[in-house]
């Protein structure tokens, strides 16, 4: 009963360095996606992916990176922490099937020092 | 970018009461979704809405999605303590791309005991 896994959970990171944060999802699902939570903010796109070897930015694309080489992995990756990207990340996945709800992970609480 | 505007920001109610909140927009969508999201975890699905009109119920919650297609709103009966969390509102709308859903910005919601 997996769902939507994200790896690790917490984590404090100096400016400047990088680090991937992981996704995978186990139900088959097309489309993937990262959002960041900040507070009073809601929910914003980051980067997402209709597919294996496709993927499209978001509204905050700045600062990450993605790619989507299996069905079931997204990672996102930081190339050079800022202070700014201090926040909650969350991966969400759907089913390609029409507009069908997102399912989310329970986030990487991120810190950047 | 594009936001709902979701109301009330927050609210503290007693036990027993009924709670209600929305979400508007300024654009039409054809889905709308209402999200839970408890503290340290990832959003967890309530309702999904699909048509102007539509009423449906989990439990003791009942969403409707606005006849206009620009609102939706969540109705929350006899809360109990556990009712306690963050609510959010996301729409999907024609023009902004598919699979990419819009999030309000969150009604927390306080249960007084």
């Known amino acids: 009963n997996a769902g939507v896994t994200q790896t690790p959970k917490f984590q404090v990171l100096k400016t400047g360095q990088s680090m991937t944060l992981q996704c995978a999802q186990d139900?088959?699902?097309?489309?993937m996606s990262w959002y960041r939570q900040d507070p009073g903010m809601g929910l914003r796109l980051i980067h997402y992916?209709?597919?294996?070897?496709?993927?499209d930015q978001g509204e905050v694309p700045n600062g990450y990176n993605v790619s989507r080489s299996t069905t079931e992995d997204f990672p996102l990756r930081l190339l050079s922490a800022a202070p700014s990207q201090t926040s909650v990340y969350f991966c969400?996945?759907?089913?390609?099937?029409?507009?069908?709800?997102?399912?989310f992970g329970d986030g990487t609480r991120l810190s950047i020092l | 970018g594009q936001q709902l505007n979701q109301s009330p920001q927050s609210m503290f109610i007693q036990e027993g009461e009924d709670v209600s909140m929305n979400c508007t927009s300024s654009?039409?969508?054809?889905?709308w979704l209402w999200y839970k999201q408890d503290p340290g975890e990832g959003p967890v699905l309530l309702i999904a809405?699909?048509?102007?009109?539509e009423l449906t119920s989990n439990g003791r919650l009942t969403a409707q999605f606005g006849i206009t297609r620009k609102d939706s709103f969540l109705n929350i009966s006899a809360s109990i303590p556990s009712d306690v969390g963050i609510y959010f509102c996301?729409?999907?709308?024609?023009?902004?791309?598919?699979?990419?859903?819009?999030f309000g910005t969150g009604t927390r919601l306080k249960v007084l005991a």
């Open positions: 992916s209709v597919g294996a070897g496709i993927t």
């Open positions: 996301a729409g999907h709308s024609p023009t902004s791309g598919t699979y990419k859903y819009i």
């Open positions: 809405l699909y048509k102007a009109g």
């Open positions: 139900m088959n699902h097309e489309y």
């Open positions: 969400a996945s759907s089913s390609r099937q029409g507009t069908q709800p997102q399912h």
């Open positions: 654009s039409i969508f054809n889905t």
